[in-house]
């Protein structure tokens, strides 16, 4: 009796922790493109105070609507005190994330003076907030479908045979290109990435590097998505999740330098920590966007 | 891995919510961290917004630090911070570098953004020695944003 109690105990705390990584992922997929704007930082840098609480109160009433009928929880929140509940949640996601993001694109320091952080913070926020709020909406199916799914793919016959894992790679590769360009093809050509790439140093690099492996498995792996279940089950050289989250960073980063010489951002003339600090920077958004396309598939 | 799976098919089977549950601690714990981050932010805002006295006007102010002389050429390092309590857009400063009481040098530049007590720093350069002569460096103009 007491051991079924502590398994119920542990359920709920997974469960919560699986709602609010669900949150942050979708507060990710929605909010990366606006944190790529630079106009967001200078607003952020120039507004006053009443103009940040307005900016919060409108934030929270919008996310408050898309909480009572849908939210980032599996559960629906349907009482005005619980969706009223689940927004302040959502908000101080959006809040927290938007932070992270800033700080390792060193757009906030120690050195910032806290009315502009906080500025930036908030306006930047705004979409992260309602991307926790709409997760659910987006990103998830029912579970009764992910069942249905996760039996039907974990058939052993499947598993022997040989040429679906070769497809099932390519399709793989195919929607990661797909959501890497969709997301990262409007931020190379701007001028954000050489300003973020003149603010960062090489410690800062490989913390943007940590935070987009752990964005992208996140999406994919934890938060309890959308076809999560089948993805797990997935054949092909993409199986294993760490193996996908790797495979996928890199074809991210290859777009991401693709995309940059496209646009004439970067030259072969260039010297290669130019590449590289480019091209990271342009993949955190690349990454995130083909965590998206996998799912989609 | 499995271990998560298990967790997900617990989850999936107290799933169905139409009777009233009372908030698990786990929900309550999440809500007391989040309703503080909020009431945090507010706080720091509200305390930004009464802090503030009577708003006065931007006070851009350019400091030149000691010059450096890199292959050939004259580096004059200036550092400029707004010491007002308003952000200044388009601050432009201005060097100009006399010798025999003739203007041998200018140089220019421009920050587009100066937040309340922020500090950019650059740097003039100038072909010729500027300890030889007599430089000038100060804030030309900005605009309120």
Redesign the interface.
Known sequence: MKRRYS????????????D?IRGACGGFLFGVPLLYTMEVW?IG??V???L??LA?VTTWTVVFFLSRTEGFR???SVSFGDAA?DT??A???G??CTTLLLWILREVTLQT????A?GK??FESVPFSLGVALSNQFLSSS?EE??GQSSQASDPAQAADLKPEISGTLADVGATLIGAIIIAFSIAPTDEIPMLAAATSEGWLLATIAVSLLISYGIVF?A?FANK?KR?QQQGLFQS?LSETIMSYLISLIAAAMMLWFFQQLDFSDPAEMWLSYTVLLGLPATIGGAAGRLAI | ?SD??S??D???E??P?NHIQPR????Q???S???L??FT??G???Y??LG?GEPSSPKPVVTVKPIEEISGQFQVPFELTNQGDV?A?SVQVVAELQIQGEIAETGEQQV??L????TESGAFVFSQDPRKGKLIIRVASYKS?
């Open positions: 398994r119920q105990k542990r359920a709920t705390w997974t469960r919560e922790l699986e609010v200078w840098s120039t006053a105070p009443p940040m609480l919060i599996r559960t629906a509940r302040v949640e908000v101080a996601i809040l927290v003076q806290l009315s502009e906080l913070v908030v579970p992910n069942r934890e309890n279940s797990q999740p | 891995m998560i799976h967790d997900d617990t989850s999936f107290d799933e919510s698990s601690l786990a929900e714990v999440s809500f961290i989040a309703a981050i909020l932010l507010v720091f805002i509200c930004l917004w503030k952000t857009a587009d953004f937040s309340s007590h922020e944003p």
